[in-house]
């Protein structure tokens, strides 16, 4: 079993930045590939970024380039998203997920096999 947890969701203001850092127990995941989903009202939830296992290859979503940054640290078993020049579509629950593939896998939420509960993000105009 693979617990996740985020934290660093919060309030900011259009233009600002945030940190989102995800902690896992339990099961490593550090032969997994790791990604961030965020999921806003009435809406579908959506891939933002992903990080292979050794944090040599990422992908973004296009919504993000540019502004997001996903990193990793095996030996503590971690997962960050730096998130600058925020904009208020950017406003969701953002979701930490364990990869079920050491390499990327596929864009989808049912290629991720552990979720955790989730962070709130708003970004005011």
């Known amino acids: 079993q693979v617990q996740l947890v985020e934290s660093g969701g919060g309030l900011v203001q259009a233009g600002g930045s945030l940190r989102l850092s995800c902690a896992g127990s339990g099961r490593t995941f550090s032969t997994n590939a790791m990604g961030w989903f965020r999921q806003a009202p009435e809406k579908e939830r959506e891939f933002v970024a992903a990080i292979a296992w050794t944090g040599g290859r990422t992908r973004y979503a296009d919504s993000v380039k540019g502004r997001f940054t996903i990193s990793r640290d095996n030996a503590k078993n971690t997962v960050n998203l730096q998130m600058n020049s925020l904009k208020p579509e950017d406003t969701a629950l953002y979701y930490c997920?364990?990869?079920?593939?050491?390499?990327?896998?596929?864009?989808?939420?049912?290629?991720?096999?552990?979720w955790g509960q989730g962070t709130q993000v708003t970004v005011s105009s």
């Open positions: 997920a364990r990869g079920r593939t050491m390499n990327i896998p596929d864009n989808t939420p049912r290629q991720y096999d552990y």
